[in-house]
């Protein structure tokens, strides 16, 4: 080859390697994978693409241990967005990502652009986004920063969703000390296609032109790969210019420009630049497809002058798409984007030898072997250990249970249990006019145009049950997403997970992480949902302190008739009050330990998967029978926050008589396999039949009435509340809290 | 009746107003494409919700140069039939269609949410499915949703009743200082119409409320009413 070495390169040697992230055997490892001294960007490719966030180097090893297949998945994990068969000719295409880090230098920017990047990879699957979710880890409320950075991240969230014209229709904002220097926000979409109309991102066909569209390249997001991969110091404030800046119009004529061009056949592939920007499209491109590539990065378009391979490489800028086009039919393509007003530039071709060529102007910047390259991605195996505070933590200290009626106001009035509407009120979640159900509810459902059934979505975790016990917390995540959906009449068919975790190098955050996998997929197996894509976010720890172990889950179902679907809030005075599952004295973890008593301690409540199944399925055959109204998760604050929730419908406040056999604990116990139903009175008998067969405990526990009054006996008292004042407290908590 | 449903780049409820023409009312529907003054001979034409041009100058501001406004003109000048949703009604104020322009909210923030509107007038080749009075339930999602005109502008709107709609609370209460006037609008004014009557201009969307799966069907008397299809539809008598 010729000489490599440009006129102001620096000195590329082990120090840089060690700069660019790579420990001493990965820069071996690079220098024997070209054979020689590599080149500044032969560098920067390798340590992109060998990143933690690119790699997955630390987590390989422990997903394979998730169930990625079933009857409905017509593509799993590998692709840009996982694939399943919903029925009626329709795939769901659909992913979640995390945007941690960004969102936290810059909270606009690094969350709009979340919301772009999980939106390209579904539409490059040819599905056209119809859903969009969001999960939000914010600090303390009166922790620094916090304001501007929950202000932020919703406002970025919804001007780009709301730009391009998806619907924002569930997710979940969560608030808890352990995320004040590291916040979480993970985006969600999901896209519809035909089953036979689902593009991949198999580079073939040696001599095929390499076109880009899109924005053109700037310097922004240079490493961003990288930066997403380390931990934070009290110099990450000057990583701002690592933070990609969003331009959703451009987004949403790409998404309509590329939808379109896909319809030509003049399409082999098409892969989006995300992170690590043109080096992972075209790497992972050419490695799933077997080839090699050529490409000319002075022929990619700037937006300043004198950028040079490296940075046109690694460069992250936002909105731009990678084509490999059928040679000859490059105008047919042409002409759609030029249509919307989009630039086209062909960078290169597709190569028979599987090699990554890098050429700019007569300057050979990059010369890899693909294949060997793959091979010699770093895979590690981090050692593990049980958190020596562990066993300490899972004592219940002793305390004083508060008066209920007390607890359950001060409950609602947090911003952790009350209403998230200040959030999603920002974001359109009715535009495309699919939307039955939208934010606030147990699951989003959406309607299935041009057919009976429609979709449902959720979004669930639970940090503190992660903590006190790993195994436990990601099962739980998985058991709820599921009660979540029947609640809906959902049957579920796929789920996609964000994993958000501190340091792997971190032993108790590699035990931590480890645990959380075997949880979910021992939930996932038992109950039948495979996990079809998903990200994985390590380090997100600043000054050596790891956030909660996070495993996000967005789980998917299929309502298979939205005629039924019961709602989880009342709706009809007279219905009967149905309590299904049983409670246990179960107040580890709970939300009324810790947000009323400031102890986060205990173990979390025990999961029963053979409950939660038989739950599930009661709930979603009363539900297609139209037997019940209404249907409501009993999660987080228990029983009590659960009923006084359902009493808030929309412009209306509920009454409720009843009476629990229950005590001022057991009221706000968040034993799991548990959900509040509303039945009509005359199909109450048919339906406690129908549990008793299912083996479900059920009981009848009172009524729902026009009075607006909150009246429950319990163990030992009563609760006597006027609706209206709890939910004067819960509407307004969230934006009181944060002087918003 | 034959519609065109106008797609500027950054519309994004074009296929929604669509649908329901098309798969709700049954009618005749084309996309109309921004760069071409030509409407295809349809006989009601709409502007889409969106964010034309990504609404980076001004809602609407950009759209309002398009070609196909030339041709919007002209339909209007005619007597014919346009229709402004949310963006669509930023572009009728920005081209001069209709008066007045549209702020921020007083919020300053997006809001969607469902509105409370009171149709004032039932006489509009609009509301005629409508009596006068009614409250209706309609989405809103929109940031800049604000109303405001020149003092001589809004005397002209109120004398001769040109407001259509107006927000109001669920009893029908109109106060534009309450929070039932959710964005802000002077008068709390949601809709107006031209002098005539034939284009109308709307921040709620009525599209997203047209049928009975979504929960909410208050807004296909307006479309239906629009095609003349209100008494097959709606049964109603015209």
Known sequence: MSQTKTSNEPLVDQALAEEHGLNAEEWEGLCALVGRQPTLTELGIASALWSEHCSYKSSKVHLEELPSSGEHVVHGPGENAGVVDIGHGWVAAFKIESHNHPSFIE?????????????????????????????????????????????????????????????????QTRFHAGYDQNILVNAFALGLARRERVFTAKARGPGNPLLYVGSRTGRDGIHGATMASESFDAESESKRPTVQVGDPFTEKILLEACLEVMRTGAVVAIQDMGAAGLTSSVFEMADSGGVGFTIHTDRVPLREEGLGPYEIMLSESQERMLIVAERGRQEEVARVFRKWDLEVSEIGEVAQEQ???????????????????????????????????????????????????????????????????????????????????????????????????????????NPVYCGLDPFVGGSQAVAEAVRNLACVGAEPVGLTDCLNFGNPENPEVAWQFRECI????????????????????????????SIPPTPTLAMVGVVPDLGGVPVSHFTTAGDRLVLLGRTHDELGGSAYLRLLLGIEAGKPPAVSLDSEERLAGLLRYASFEGMIHTAHDLSEGGFAVALAEAAFAPYKNWGVRASVDLDPRTLFSESQARALVAVPAKRVEEFLTEAETEGVDAVDIGEVTETGRFE?????????????????????ALPRALDL | MRCGVVTFPGSNCDHDVYHVLKHVLSQQVGFLWHDKADLKGAELVVLPGGFAYGDYLRGGALAALSPIL??????????????????????????GLLPGALRRNRSLRFECRDVFVQVERADTPWTEGYEEGR??????????????ASEADLEVLEETGRVVFRYCDTDGNVDEESASNINGSQNAIAGIVSSEGNILGMMPHPERCSEAILGNDDGLALLATAVGAATEVLGLSR
């Open chain 1, 107 to 171: 909270p606009y920017q690094g969350a709009a652009t979340g919301v772009g990047g999980i939106l390209r990879d579904v539409f490059t699957m040819g599905a056209r986004p119809i859903a969009c979710m969001d999960s939000l880890h914010f600090g303390a409320p009166d922790a620094p920063r916090m304001r501007h950075l929950v202000d932020g991240v919703v406002r970025g969230i919804g001007d780009y969703g709301n730009c391009v014209g998806i619907p924002t229709v569930g997710g």
């Open chain 2, 70 to 95: 030339e041709a919007v003109r002209e339909h209007a000048d005619n007597g014919g039939l346009v229709l402004g949703i949310c963006n669509g009604f930023q572009v009728l104020l920005e081209s």
């Open chain 1, 518 to 545: 075997h949880g979910i997929a021992n939930a996932c197996k038992a109950l039948e949902v495979p996990v079809v894509s998903g990200n994985v976010s390590f380090y997100n720890e600043t000054e050596g302190v």
């Open chain 1, 355 to 461: 090699v990554g060529r890098v050429l700019h102007g007569s300057e050979e910047a990059a010369v890899i072997p693909i294949d060997k390259l793959a091979d010699a991605t770093p895979m590690v195996r981090r050692p593990v250990e049980v958190p020596k505070d562990l066993a300490q933590r899972h004592e219940m200290p002793a305390f004083e249970a508060e008066d209920p009626q007390q607890a359950l106001c001060r409950l609602l009035d947090t911003p952790e249990l009350g209403s998230k509407e200040w959030v999603w009120r920002q974001y359109d979640h009715t535009v495309r006019t699919n939307t039955v159900v939208g934010p606030g509810g147990d699951a989003a459902v959406l309607a299935l145009k041009g057919t009976p059934s429609g979709l449902a979505l959720t979004c669930d975790v």
């Open chain 1, 712 to 732: 429950v006996d319990f163990d030992g008292g009563s609760i006597e509340l006027d609706v209206d004042e709890l939910r004067q407290l819960w509407s307004t």
């Open chain 2, 135 to 148: 409250v209706l339930r309609l989405p809103i999602a929109h940031g800049e949703g604000n109303y405001v």
